[in-house]
């Protein structure tokens, strides 16, 4: 027996196909816009300008007063003697070093097996036994007989291996209450026609900063570090539109 679609289903596959197929039509003409040409490099935007951009907020200790001491050269927390060269203010640059080497190997197995079986009758109905033919065929004999049998086994393994060293300039884009910097950093290269790009954000203590005024990514809270590319290369490894909206709506 064949099950019909619900109309509000084939209404909505309708409309997520119409949205991919405007999306998918706008992003050509753009693509068709650069044909011959290489993708051009983003401009340089102030991060706190951003329509996505949220001021980061954490929890915070009491605030402590600031101790001075007077007829004192040396300032504490300082690495130099006459200047700290460290990042330390909203628009101050420093250099943090992406230094990821991941690798997982997670085998998981699973098998469950059960066995079920109910059997209930009745010997003897009101002196069935003592009522002849017909009388005991419209008699109950067996009232319930069920049996069931389930077993499932499941088998799974994940194996991933991630290495991803470079550098990139970042920038202080918030100083919070408790000294903390928020920075955050983007770099951009173009070779030929295909743009990689490298964005890293996250929260730094100043005490984790290296007297050259570098940073390990490792040392970075709260870190988002993404890297990627855009162009023709990118445009070929990814699936068309079409093809992305069936996958999320076809069930099988």
């Avoid at 044909?35 to 200790?61: C, D, F, H, R």
Wanted: net charge neutral; hydrophobic share 35%; glycine share 10%.
């Amino acid at each position: 027996m064949s099950q019909s679609v619900p109309f509000n289903r084939i209404v909505l596959a309708g409309v997520l196909l119409a949205t991919g197929g405007l999306a998918g039509g706008c992003s050509s003409i753009d693509r068709l816009s650069q044909i011959g040409e290489q993708p051009k490099l983003a401009a340089i935007e102030n991060p706190t300008a951003q329509p996505g951009y949220k001021p980061v907020s954490m929890p915070m200790p009491s605030p402590q007063p600031a101790s001075y001491n007077p007829n004192s050269l040396w300032r504490n927390g300082s690495r130099a003697f006459f200047r700290d060269q460290r990042a330390h203010q909203v628009g101050d640059i420093l250099t943090v070093t992406v230094n990821i080497t991941d690798k997982a190997n997670i085998a998981n197995q699973t098998q469950r097996s059960r066995n079920n079986s109910e059997d209930s009758g009745v010997t003897d109905f009101i002196g069935s036994k003592t009522i002849g033919n017909p009388g005991t065929a419209i008699l109950p004999g067996r009232i319930l007989t069920a049996d069931g049998t389930s077993s499932s086994d499941g088998k799974g393994s994940v194996q991933r291996q991630e290495a991803l060293q470079t550098t990139v300039a970042a920038v202080v884009t918030q100083l919070l209450p408790n000294g903390n910097l928020v920075v955050e950093g983007k770099q951009e290269i173009r070779v030929n026609f295909e743009i990689r790009e490298l964005i890293v954000a996250g929260i730094v203590r100043p005490e984790d900063i290296q007297s050259d005024n570098t940073i390990d990514s490792a040392k970075i809270a709260q870190a988002r570090i993404a890297y990627g590319g855009r162009g023709q290369i990118t445009d070929v490894q990814q699936p068309r539109y079409g093809q992305q909206v069936m996958d999320v709506l076809l069930p099988f």
